[in-house]
């Protein structure tokens, strides 16, 4: 194996070069700390893990060999490769991962198994003659077969000197299923009829007739079921970048001696010339050669008003050419288009992102230590005090199984799991609990304008007549001719016609006049509709009256149409992209969260401060490109702010990866759907502001679910090595525990929105 079978990324000349690594075999944020603190020892080497995406960015010194990296990984006690050009992770769908595959698996089993040795041991009814035989039966493929994950990696961390979750799991389920084959087999729990004591008294008794097996099968179910969820909600992390790279157009009509040939997009080379029809999108970054029409930027830059291109103007691959046929000439291909480079936008700000460390993992990582180091002490203390071996193991296997972290396992999934379906009903999907630690910090949120604070269309928002002509009039004859169009603006035009007057006459002679407008004979009147140059052109020039309106309204940031027939002007349309009713009280919620609104935007700053003046927010950042809007995330957070970022175009993917929250509206592009951390299933900005309170909630349900396991244990371990608990009311206890936390999380179920049910609808 050679460094030129793989893909390196970044820079690979000078003095240093990029390479990405896949990792495999983390199970917690620590592992990533830990991995990223070896790959940091090497001379020469800067290292980030990123546990979300199981990946690592290293710059390297020129000449370093790759398979180092890989070499210091695997000390570490984990798997690294470099992606192989044909084997892009990027390309790869989530749902062909093996190891998720066998999770799903071993949760399966572990619930069909564990179930009723949970049912037999809290329910004495269901106890008969060697119930306890039958328990064994079921619990032993649950702790040795479906918990093999967590012993698995608890024996590498231990071979490497550390602890994790994983540590405490093995540890806690061993335990209590090693001491009940000793009951089993060499104590009193195996005769026959033998009955589950759950009584809950102090007792020093050596402990030989008590089994707890539904400890282990229960603990390893839990836990293993919380793995599952998390693990599935990582592998989406490569999603982002292939909706990214899906929106570019699959193959092209090249010309090729004057005759056109459909080829793949990717055989495409700077040169090429290359025909766009109306509907179609452009392949590749261009500059046009012949032909005009209006391309619909709004998915790239997010300006919401279709740019007029003809002979000479600059095209930009996976635009929409909303108008008529164009042919342009290939500039750019491949990795140098601006979708790729928005791609790699979105992967660094993926990659840069800061893993919150799993407050369970850090606990965890000093807990487990000290629960063995009180475990053999009691055992030696006891034994050195002259008491027999079994009841010195009992306070010993005591001080294990209270430390068995069922709760802790429960703390974060079961909270997420109600948190999540409450948000659900209301229109918000969140992917993991990774993102909740902002939204408690947030003070900033920075709102994308086209589709996230305005409707993202053209909408016709006035109609002004000059004195002799009527409203109707005006509507129809400049709708007659539109409805003919498949132009954005004629169709706002037509359609809003269509509403207000319901039928419309119809249009003779239509004919387009390129990037100006249209024209044609309506009701016998030769009607002109565009430009003011266009109707210049005719001798039709605006009045005094029309002329003021189409300045204020240009000033404002709207587009205006004039219509002209009979050799004069008639009047102005205005079209512009309207605010979405629910925005103005969407940002007063903000307000009233601690929030400071920014508004985000492509479009011209007119458009910007109008939209943000029509909302009440009072900081605009306009005129930007993708790479502009992610600069200005992290301008904010350099001013120490604590950023949330709304939007729903693919514009928007990478700082919405980049800001500290990301929140994708649900009416938007899959790409900021997946490089965000929430999703807005409705297009209403309030539910933005009800996804952070929920969030907020769920996040401190989180953390007293852990505060209270946690409590639990360090208030238990010190009875348990008095002798003072024997492991079956340490059991009883733990499942206490376990009961207390899934109850505080099912309180997020009475969460309550700030939209009316009828809003809901």
Not at 104 to 132: C, D, K
Not at 346 to 354: D, F, I, L, N, W
Not at 543 to 559: C, I, N, Y
Not at 574 to 601: C, H, I, N, W, Y
């Amino acid at each position: 194996m050679t460094t030129s079978d793989y893909r390196l990324t970044g820079r690979s000349g000078g003095r240093a070069r990029d390479i990405e690594l896949e990792i495999a075999g983390m199970t917690c944020a620590s592992c990533a700390m830990r991995i990223e603190k070896r790959l940091n020892s090497l001379d020469g080497v800067t290292a980030s893990v990123n546990y979300a995406t199981e990946k690592a960015a290293v710059t390297v010194p020129a000449g370093f060999d790759p398979r180092a990296l890989i070499a210091e990984v695997a000390k570490a006690g984990y798997r690294a490769a470099l992606p192989s050009r044909h084997d892009e992770p990027a390309t790869r769908p989530a749902s062909d991962d093996a190891e998720l595959a066998s999770l799903r698996n071993r949760l399966i089993v572990a619930t069909v198994l564990a179930t009723p040795v949970i049912a037999m041991a809290m329910i004495p009814a269901l106890e008969f003659r060697y119930w306890q035989w039958a328990s064994l039966a079921l619990a032993a493929p649950v702790v040795v077969w479906a918990g093999r994950p967590f012993h698995a990696a608890a024996w590498a961390n231990l071979k490497h000197g550390a602890a994790t979750m994983d540590t405490l799991v093995s540890i806690g389920t061993l335990s209590a299923f090693v001491w009940s084959l000793y009951a089993l087999f060499l104590g009193a729990a195996g005769e026959p009829g033998m009955r589950h004591g759950f009584e809950l008294t102090v007792s020093r008794g050596d402990g030989a007739g008590n089994i707890y097996l539904e400890v282990a099968a229960g603990v390893t179910l839990f836990v293993l079921a919380g793995r599952y969820f998390e693990k599935r909600s990582k592998r989406r992390a490569g999603a982002a970048l292939r909706a990214l790279l899906e929106l570019g157009a699959k193959d092209v009509a090249v010309l090729r001696d004057g005759t056109e040939i459909r080829i793949p997009v990717d055989q495409l080379v700077v040169g090429d010339v290359f025909v766009v029809r109306p509907g179609e999108k452009i392949a590749t970054d261009g500059t046009v050669v012949s032909g005009s029409s209006a391309v619909d930027a709004s998915m790239l830059t997010g300006e919401s008003v279709p740019v007029e291109v003809g002979p000479g103007d600059t095209v930009t691959g996976a635009t929409v050419n909303a108008g008529g046929r164009v042919a342009v000439r290939a500039t750019r291909v491949g990795d140098d288009t601006q979708l790729a480079q928005m791609a790699r936008l979105v992967e660094a700000a993926q990659s840069g992102k800061a893993e919150v460390q799993r407050l369970a993992d850090r606990i965890s990582g000093v807990f487990v230590p000290i629960v063995i180091a009180i475990a053999v002490s009691t055992l030696a203390v006891w034994l050195v005090a002259g008491y027999p071996l079994s009841a010195a193991l009992t306070a010993a296997v005591a001080v294990l199984i209270i430390a068995c972290p069922c709760a802790l396992g429960l703390a974060t999934p079961t909270a997420l799991l109600v948190g999540t379906g409450r948000a659900a009903q209301f229109g918000v999907l969140i992917k993991g609990p990774e993102m909740l630690e902002s939204t408690r910090r947030v003070d900033t949120i920075v709102l994308d304008k086209t589709g996230t604070v305005t409707a993202g269309k053209m909408t016709l928002v006035d109609v002004i007549a000059e004195s002799q002509t009527d409203r109707p009039t005006l509507l129809a004859y400049a709708g007659a001719l539109e409805d003919a169009s498949e132009h954005p603006i004629a169709r706002a035009i037509a359609d809003a016609a269509k509403a207000e007057l319901g039928t419309l006459p119809a249009a003779e002679d239509f004919a387009g006049v390129e990037g100006m407008g249209v024209q044609g004979v309506v009701d016998g009147h030769e009607v002109v509709v565009g430009r003011e140059s266009l109707l210049a052109d005719r001798a039709q020039r605006l009045d005094a009256t029309l002329s003021a309106a189409k300045a204020q309204a240009e000033a404002e940031g709207k587009t205006a149409v004039a219509v002209g027939w009979d050799g004069q002007t008639r009047g102005i349309l205005v079209v512009a992209d309207t605010v979405k009713p629910t925005s103005g009280e969407a940002v007063r919620q903000f307000k009233r969260l601690g929030l400071t609104p920014v508004l985000l935007t492509g479009d011209n700053q007119a458009v910007a401060e109008r939209i943000a003046d029509e909302v009440g927010i009072t900081h605009v950042i306009a005129d930007t490109m993708p790479a502009d809007k992610v600069a200005a995330v992290k301008r904010l957070q350099s001013e120490g702010r604590v950023v949330a970022m709304v939007g729903d175009g693919v514009n928007d993917a990478a700082a919405l990866a980049a800001a500290d929250l990301g929140l994708a509206m649900g009416t938007g592009t899959d790409v900021a759907i997946e490089a965000a951390d929430l999703t807005l299933v409705r297009g209403d900005l309030r539910v933005a502001a009800d996804a952070i309170r929920l969030s907020r909630r769920t996040l401190a349900t989180i953390k007293s679910n852990l505060w209270w396991a946690f409590g639990y244990n360090v208030a238990a371990i010190p009875l348990a090595a008095l002798g003072l608990l024997n492991p079956m009311f340490a059991g009883a206890a733990m499942a206490f525990s376990s009961v207390f936390v899934v109850g505080n999380s099912l309180r997020l179920r009475a969460f309550a929105t700030t939209i009316d049910d009828a809003d809901m609808g």
